[in-house]
């Protein structure tokens, strides 16, 4: 499961697997281009799962929490690039990916055409405004014959919400 590191200062997240009996968490992985994220996070904080930490080329030289499970991934770029990601934690043996980022995380990995799957849950509620962020940040997309396209699959109610699975063409 990848988030970047707004969403860890934000929301402080576990990232593992909770409510159900059988399973083992995922590995955790935090795009840090800055190593700003804080040694008391929570994602440090359950020994035996793997935790990624990808960091940018001008990031502080930091020391890091003594865990056997934690690799730090240094990009050759100030940020690092979704594709040079995604080559670094497959030699990790990492199949599939789960991001589970915010705006600028979402319309990165689209821009780089790298989604199969869109999982998006909607909720009953309109927010607008000049500092609302939409939930795939800026793509750069400012016509539909531009838009990625995407096939739905799924729509399931979850009680006053929706899951809209969908496929990227």
């Known amino acids: ?3 970047g590191i707004n969403t860890v200062l934000t929301d402080d997240p576990e990232l593992t697997v909770r409510g159900i009996q059988e399973g083992s968490s995922p590995v955790r992985i935090v795009l840090d281009s ?8 929570r994602v440090f904080k ?14 502080p030289l930091r020391i ?8 730090i991934l240094t990009a050759p770029t100030r940020t690092p690039d979704i594709l040079w990601v995604l080559s670094e934690i497959s030699k990790l043996g990492l199949k599939s990916l789960l991001v589970e980022g915010g705006s600028l995380i979402h319309a990165s990995f689209i821009k780089s055409n790298t989604v199969d799957q ?3 849950f909607l909720a009953p509620k309109v927010i607008g405004g000049q500092k609302a962020l939409s939930w795939c940040g800026n793509l750069g997309v400012d016509s539909v014959d ?13 009680g006053e919400d929706w899951m809209i699975s969908a496929i990227i063409k």
């Open 1 to 3: 499961i990848l988030v």
């Open 146 to 158: 531009d838009a990625p396209q995407m096939e739905i699959s799924s729509v399931t109610a979850l």
């Open 64 to 71: 890091w929490p003594e865990l056997a499970d934690l690799t």
């Open 118 to 120: 869109l999982v998006l």
């Open 46 to 59: 359950q020994d035996g799962v793997p935790v990624v930490i990808v960091t940018g080329s001008h990031a």
């Open 34 to 41: 800055k190593a700003r994220i804080p040694e008391q996070s």
